[in-house]
């Protein structure tokens, strides 16, 4: 591998940006930890070298906050070869009917925070005519549904953003891969009662991810029986749809 090939991980606090950073840093990639937590991004920073004698940095960065997203650019020693960004915020449904705020920070997180920084990175990868941006999705996004449709909205609309960039970029051979978990064993998650069918390890996601990425695939779902539920979901009539309670 290449030395200078360096992947930029914006939102690297949760556990699939870790086993990302971890996936990429064995396979002899620089890694740029981009977060909010300094101590945990430091964390981080000392295993990837501990553990695979990587060469990793970290740097502040925030979603919500989009006036700061030139600052993470303008200090970047490098412009990497791979940006993945894997923020993102959920919060109960019923919640985000009667608090803005909830839902606010779901789109900011979801879906403008990575509008705003990844429109930042596009031209230089367009100018360099080389490079893969990845953005971690949902399969939530695939259909509007009324236990989630405000936080699928979000994922619908990152989805869609990254549609059309690939069309933009693909002639400027940069790839762009959507990425479609589905449900993650995480520490958001472990509460949950989740179907082992269907539910991901974090490792399994930077797996797929890495792969993908060798392949030069455009969409992955991480649990491939999710593309076909969700296929078969989008496939239902609308006049039936909506007596459903999905």
């Given at each position: 591998?290449?030395?200078?090939?360096t992947?930029?991980?914006?939102?690297a606090?949760?556990?699939?940006?870790k086993?990302?950073?971890?996936?990429?840093?064995?396979k002899?990639?620089?890694?740029?930890?981009?977060?909010r937590?300094?101590?945990?991004m430091?964390r981080?920073?000392?295993?990837?070298?501990?553990?695979?004698?990587?060469?990793?940095?970290?740097?502040?960065?925030?979603?919500e906050?989009?006036d700061?997203?030139?600052?993470?650019?303008?200090?970047?020693?490098?412009?990497?070869?791979?940006?993945?960004?894997?923020?993102?915020?959920?919060?109960?449904q019923a919640?985000a009917?009667?608090?803005?705020?909830?839902?606010?920070k779901?789109?900011?997180?979801?879906?403008?925070?990575?509008?705003?920084v990844?429109?930042?990175?596009?031209?230089?990868?367009?100018?360099?005519?080389?490079?893969?941006?990845?953005?971690?999705?949902?399969?939530a996004?695939?259909?509007?549904?009324?236990?989630?449709?405000?936080?699928?909205?979000?994922?619908?609309?990152?989805?869609a953003?990254l549609s059309?960039?690939?069309?933009?970029?693909?002639?400027?051979?940069?790839?762009?891969?959507?990425?479609?978990?589905?449900f993650?064993?995480?520490?958001?998650?472990?509460?949950l009662?989740?179907?082992?069918?269907?539910?991901?390890?974090?490792?399994?996601?930077?797996?797929?991810i890495?792969?993908?990425v060798?392949?030069k695939?455009?969409?992955?779902?991480?649990?491939p029986?999710?593309?076909?539920?969700?296929?078969?979901?989008?496939?239902i009539?609308?006049?039936?749809?909506?007596?459903?309670?999905l």
């Open positions: 591998m290449n030395e200078n090939h992947i930029l991980i914006l939102g606090g949760s556990d699939i940006a086993a990302i950073a971890r996936k990429f840093a064995q002899g990639y620089d890694v740029l930890l981009a977060g937590n300094p101590e945990q430091e981080l920073k000392k295993d990837l070298e501990a553990r695979f004698d990587a060469k990793a940095s970290w740097y502040t960065f925030d979603a906050y989009l700061t997203h030139d600052l993470l650019v303008s200090t970047l020693p490098v412009l990497p070869d791979i940006i993945v960004y894997t923020a993102g915020y959920i919060s109960e919640e009917q009667q608090n803005w705020k909830a839902s606010q779901m789109i900011d997180v979801n879906y403008a925070g990575a509008v705003s990844l429109n930042r990175f596009a031209p230089f990868f367009a100018e360099r005519n080389s490079g893969c941006i990845i953005g971690i999705s949902s399969v996004g695939d259909r509007g549904r009324g236990s989630n449709y405000i936080y699928g909205s979000t994922k619908a609309a990152f989805t953003y059309g960039l690939r069309n933009e970029l693909f002639r400027k051979n940069v790839q762009v891969l959507t990425v479609k978990p589905g993650v064993y995480t520490k958001m998650t472990r509460h009662n989740l179907p082992a069918l269907l539910t991901a390890r974090p490792e399994q996601v930077a797996d797929k890495y792969g993908a060798l392949k695939k455009n969409i992955v779902y991480v649990k029986e999710w593309k076909w539920i969700m296929l078969i979901i989008r496939m009539p609308e006049p039936l749809f909506k007596r459903t309670r």
